[in-house]
């Protein structure tokens, strides 16, 4: 049963086969409403951790896709992610994500889709203190490089995403949404916690392409 939000025999699985992507401990404190507020449910429906996505059309530096969502602040794009439930692998996660979001199939060894997973980028593991509730959530996200046709038609097949546009941003313009991202709460202040959450996982890729 998959409980944790790594499992070291999953990790190990998913970088024989896609290569070794680290390992990167985080601690944040954070309060309501992230975790536990009507759009910032991290990990109050059960998920164990979540998928990020980085997908291109086959130079990452000249384009990654980005999301934004109709609850979001005005502006605000984002590297997009798909919850990990309790049982879920995380290589299930990625497929039925990246389909429900785009509704592009990622290739698996029983079906040749047209998204390629190309390579394992890492996993950041998180605690995550809730100030209010005095309490604290364990919880990660991986993070994955998919190459994906010359310019594919993206189309949501879940409603619920609520995903309201997509932009293709050169992968060296993550730092800067990093910093957009750390810094919302300048605009939204009930955002900020969730923002300086996702902006670790915005360094964590560039750094991961950067490196290449």
């Given at each position: 049963m998959l409980t944790h939000p790594v499992e070291a025999d999953e990790l190990a699985r998913i970088r024989a086969r896609y290569g070794p992507g680290p390992l990167e401990d985080h601690r944040l404190e954070v309060d309501a409403p992230f975790l536990t507020g009507p759009h910032q449910r991290l990990t109050s429906d059960g998920?164990?951790?979540?998928?990020?996505?980085?997908?291109?059309?086959?130079d990452p530096?000249?384009?990654?896709?980005?999301?934004?969502?109709?609850?979001?602040?005005?502006?605000?794009y984002r590297l997009p992610t798909g919850g990990?439930?309790?049982?879920?692998?995380?290589?299930?996660?990625?497929?039925?994500?990246?389909?429900?979001e785009t509704g592009l199939q990622v290739g698996t060894d029983d079906w040749p889709g047209p998204v390629r997973v190309q390579r394992f980028l890492g996993v950041l593991r998180y605690r995550l203190y809730h100030r209010s509730s005095r309490t604290l959530h364990r919880f990660a996200t991986y993070h994955f490089l998919l190459q994906a046709p010359q310019d594919p038609r993206l189309e949501p097949l879940d409603p619920d995403e609520k995903i309201a546009g997509w932009k293709w941003l050169p992968s060296g313009d993550l730092w800067a949404v990093a910093d957009e991202l750390a810094g919302v709460a300048q605009q939204a202040p009930e955002w900020g916690d969730w923002g300086r959450f996702r902006a670790i996982s915005h360094r964590f890729v560039a750094q991961q392409l950067t490196s290449t």
């Open positions: 998920r164990r951790a979540e998928i990020c996505y980085v997908m291109h059309q086959g530096g000249a384009g990654v896709l980005l999301h934004a969502k109709t609850i979001y602040p005005a502006g605000i990990v439930q309790q049982g879920e692998p995380v290589l299930e996660t990625l497929v039925r994500e990246v389909m429900e």
